[in-house]
């Protein structure tokens, strides 16, 4: 096995030497949730979200979540797990309505957990959550049937639709992956 020739070692700002195997990376991955537009309605009335990053190949999704009085998210599955931070606000489960998760609250959700989330209507702020989600949510309407999948993929295309529709411009979120085949040397 070669190693492709670099320019010299890499090293850290004060001069020390990376591990060989160090990601070159030129740039931190960084995104200012200030200067990104909160994409509105999007997964239903008073459900607005920013991109943070979509890995559509790994599957996850981080979205910093806006939940106007009122809001709900229909019952849904989730094939992966989910960390949420609740930053403002106030919101619940439906089946946990003596759980409450406030301002300061961190949730983990396991993988194959079913829920409803739902914002008191009574709330004086909008709530806001930063969700980390491993996978997809399968998502059912109030009779129990399918209704559908939200995952990194259609959190893609719903930012690039609603973007264009809402004339927000291009939304900036970090990627991740890079599908495709490498074809080693003859």
């Known amino acids: 096995m070669t190693l492709a020739a670099t320019p010299g070692p890499a090293t850290t700002a004060s001069g020390s030497l990376l591990p060989l195997v160090a990601l070159p990376q030129s740039e931190l ?3 200012d949730t200030n200067e990104t537009p909160l994409i509105k309605d999007a997964l239903g009335p008073g459900v607005h979200f920013k991109p943070l990053r979509l890995d559509l190949e790994l ?20 094939t992966g797990v989910v960390d949420a931070w609740t930053m403002s606000g106030c919101w619940n489960y439906v089946e946990y309505p003596d759980q409450k998760q406030t301002a300061g609250s961190y949730l983990y959700e396991p993988g194959a957990s ?6 008191p209507e009574d709330n004086t702020e909008d709530t806001v959550v930063l969700f980390r989600v491993s996978g997809a949510n399968v998502n059912f309407n109030e009779d129990g049937t399918y209704h559908s999948v939200l995952d990194a993929a259609m959190i893609k295309h719903l930012t690039d639709a609603l973007a264009a529709e809402q004339n927000l411009g291009p939304i900036d979120y970090i990627g991740g992956g890079a599908a495709g085949r490498t074809v080693g040397d003859a």
């Open 59 to 78: 599957g996850e999704w981080v979205v910093l979540a806006t939940f106007a009085p009122g809001a709900k998210i229909p019952l849904h599955y989730h």
């Open 29 to 31: 991955l960084t995104v």
């Open 114 to 119: 079913v829920h409803t989330l739902n914002c």
